[in-house]
């Protein structure tokens, strides 16, 4: 199954592959937001709805950890991952 993706989901994908982190956090009334890290640990936030379509592509999956779960590429995200490097 082709799945369409934003270009910003691309980037976060290839990003992911290219051993940046992903993670979710909460401020302190309880907001979702996510941050993708690089190796010096500098952060970025992203878009909450690339995050959440890229999980229900079945691309992404996390530990599901409170309060700040890491997420990581599912195979098939691997799979897509290695055709656009």
């Keep these: 199954m082709k799945v369409p993706l934003s270009e910003a989901q691309r980037q976060l994908i290839i990003k992911m592959a290219q051993g940046m982190r992903l993670k979710d956090h909460r401020d302190i009334e309880g907001n979702k937001y996510f941050v993708i890290y690089s190796p010096d640990g ?3 936030v992203v878009s909450r709805e690339d995050v959440e379509a890229l999980v229900e592509a079945g691309l992404v999956s996390s530990n599901k950890k409170f309060p ?3 997420y990581w590429l599912t195979e098939a995200g691997q799979a897509l991952a290695q055709s656009m490097l």
Excluded: N, Y
């Design 42 to 44: 500098r952060g970025d």
């Design 68 to 70: 700040s779960a890491t």
